[in-house]
């Protein structure tokens, strides 16, 4: 079946940049795009970002242009956000979620990946 | 990008029905039939309901239906049942491939 795996919890210090990767398995990875999503803590969901898979090609959210970064690694199927000059109000869940390029939802997700900053 | 608004909660008992409502403007809702709908339980990640305004993936009950006219998007949860509590975001293109989401609703199972 189509599943998204992320990476483990990760503590960072502020100024510090984090890497999360997002493995793919079930479907060809090439064939749709990866995109990022975050939820601060009792917050609403939040669009980081994509990536289209197949040509490394990008489009980021305003919110973040200069700070995030998203890869991947077409040979172990596996896409990553990396975040850079974190500050606290960067504490939040990081999902992945699969997406036909073109088409506007995103299904299905990964599971989360938790980003505590703090000194 | 800002985010789409929705009302902070909606509860209905069971077998009721509750809508819940997705503003934006004509530069995202309203400008294109690209609004979905997500169901996120406690500590989970979003699950897909709803995309391309009504259309639901295979598995989701056809208890859950969408809408759209104009700059707000909808969704109606029929026959509602105690599993159906949890927090529902809706999410819409925005143009030149950005996305936003809306504030999100908790709904409550009275």
């Known amino acids: 079946q189509v599943q998204l795996v992320q990476s483990g919890t990760e503590v960072k210090k502020p100024g510090a940049s984090v890497k999360v990767s997002c493995t793919a398995s079930g479907y060809i990875f090439t064939n749709y795009a990866m995109h990022w999503v975050r939820q601060a803590p009792g917050q609403r969901l939040e669009w980081m970002g994509w990536?289209?898979?197949?040509?490394?090609?990008?489009k980021y959210s305003q919110t973040f242009q200069g700070r995030i970064t998203l890869t991947r690694d077409t040979s172990a199927s596996t896409a990553y956000m990396i975040l850079s000059s974190l500050r606290s109000e960067d504490t939040a869940m990081y999902y992945c979620?699969?997406?036909?390029?073109?088409?506007?939802?995103?299904?299905?997700w990964g599971q989360g990946t938790l980003v505590t900053v703090s000194s | 990008q800002s985010a789409l608004t929705q009302p902070p909660s909606a509860s209905g008992s069971p077998g009721q029905s509750v809508t819940i409502s997705c503003t934006g403007t004509s530069s995202d809702v309203g400008g294109y039939n690209y609004v979905s709908w997500y169901q996120q339980h406690p500590g989970k990640a979003p699950k897909l309901l709803i995309y391309e305004v009504s259309k639901r993936p295979s598995g989701v009950p056809d208890r859950f239906s969408g809408s759209k006219s104009g700059n707000t998007a909808s969704l109606t949860v029929s026959g509602l049942q105690a599993e159906d509590e949890a927090d529902y975001y809706c999410s819409s293109d925005a143009g030149r491939t950005n996305y936003v989401f809306g504030t999100g609703t908790k709904v409550i199972v009275l």
């Open positions: 990536l289209n898979t197949d040509n490394g090609n990008t």
């Open positions: 979620a699969r997406n036909v390029m073109g088409a506007s939802w995103f299904d299905p």
